[in-house]
């Protein structure tokens, strides 16, 4: 099993809702990320939190709004979400230093629905 | 161009059959090489590195070729177990952001 836990695993919520995911590592690293997953599609890489600090926003909606509270943990706050939004957002850290390794350890997901 | 593509298959071999497939990425920078693998409704999980010299664990084989920009992956002997999605995945220099493809989904059948 992998260091990065996520909950909830599977979450449904009305386009109204306020919700919000967490991930946690247990494995030391100093990196972490949010991705999303639809169906037959690449991952898209969401967030990026490098030493706590966020290093990269790939234009992603205002709806989705991360936390990074300490480098073991990692937040997504969800809020006035759109049907196409249903995926499943795996959080994932790695350990990096110069020139970056690249291995990265994916939590189980968070199978989102909303309805 | 997309960074990283894949065949998305589905490559069905039977049991015991050797199946290989390709990867090709768009940015000639690009250092590192990686195969993860995704069970169906699962996280993915890294199977291995893809080193320039090409690589073997076990019964998988990863090589590299810059000139043309691919990476390939080749499994013997399959097992049902290795039914997955395999994802292409490539970073860039001094860059912890990964690139992954669409992954190409092998099932092994009896």
């Known amino acids: 099993e992998t260091g990065v836990t996520q909950t909830p695993r599977h979450l449904v919520m009305g386009m109204t809702n306020k919700k919000s995911l967490k991930c946690e590592q247990h494995l030391g690293h100093n990196a972490m990320y949010w991705y999303k997953q639809s169906a037959k599609k690449p991952l898209e890489l969401m967030f990026v939190y490098n030493f706590k600090e966020q290093t990269e926003n790939n234009s992603v909606p205002s709806r989705f709004s991360p936390e990074c509270p300490n480098s073991s943990h990692l937040f997504l706050h969800l809020h006035t979400l759109q049907p196409e939004d249903s995926a499943l957002y795996l959080c994932a850290s790695s350990q990096d230093g110069a020139g970056g390794l690249g291995e990265q350890y994916f939590g189980p997901g968070t199978r989102l629905t909303v309805t | 161009r997309k960074e990283v593509e894949q065949d998305p298959g589905p490559f069905n071999v039977p049991e015991g059959a050797t199946v290989a497939f390709n990867c090709t990425y768009s940015?000639?920078?690009?250092?590192?090489f990686f195969w993860y693998r995704q069970d169906c409704r699962k996280e993915p999980k890294l199977l291995m590195s893809?080193?320039?010299s090409g690589n073997e664990d076990g019964r998988f084989t990863a090589q590299l070729n810059r000139a043309s920009q691919y990476i390939s992956l080749l499994i013997r002997d399959s097992k049902l177990s290795d039914s997955a999605t395999y994802l292409c995945?490539?970073?860039?220099?001094?860059?912890?952001?990964?690139?992954f493809g669409a992954g190409t989904t092998v099932t092994v059948r009896a």
């Open positions: 893809v080193y320039s």
């Open positions: 940015n000639s920078a690009s250092q590192s």
């Open positions: 995945v490539v970073n860039k220099p001094d860059d912890y952001k990964l690139s």
